[in-house]
Nanobody, 117 residues
Framework: QVQLVESGGGLVQPGGSLRLSCVAS????????MGWYRQAPGKQRELVAR???????DYADSVKGRFTISRDNAKKTVYLQMNTLKPEDTAVYYC???????????WGQGTQVTVSS
């Protein structure tokens, strides 16, 4: 059974930073692409960042230059460093394996990020 456990969310002011973590189990982590997704109120879940098994990264235009995705295969963990946060970044953030460009595991609980003054 695949387990994905997100953590690190919280309430921050605009311009602030957070680092999210996702610990995976039940998969061969090192051969899987990983992604961070978010779902804001009234919106569909969207992919915001991905990292391949080889370490290549890609970002949604809305977060490019502000967010950085990374992975530590030894810890089976993927991170999302979020800087210069904006109110529109407010969402529940989820991680998932990414294969064939699609999320390929079940969804975890996610972690809430709220950006507000």
């Amino acid at each position: 059974q695949v387990q994905l456990v997100e953590s690190g969310g919280g309430l921050v002011q605009p311009g602030g930073s957070l680092r999210l973590s996702c610990v995976a189990s039940g998969i061969i982590f090192s051969i899987n692409g990983m992604g961070w997704y978010r779902q804001a109120p009234g919106k569909q879940r969207e992919l915001v960042a991905r990292i391949t098994s080889g370490g290549s990264t890609d970002y949604a235009d809305s977060v490019k230059g502000r967010f950085t995705i990374s992975r530590d295969n030894a810890k089976k963990t993927v991170y999302l460093q979020m800087n210069t946060l904006k109110p529109e970044d407010t969402a529940v953030y989820y991680c998932n394996t990414v294969n064939g460009g699609l999320p390929s595991s079940g969804w975890g609980q996610g972690t809430q990020v709220t950006v507000s003054s």
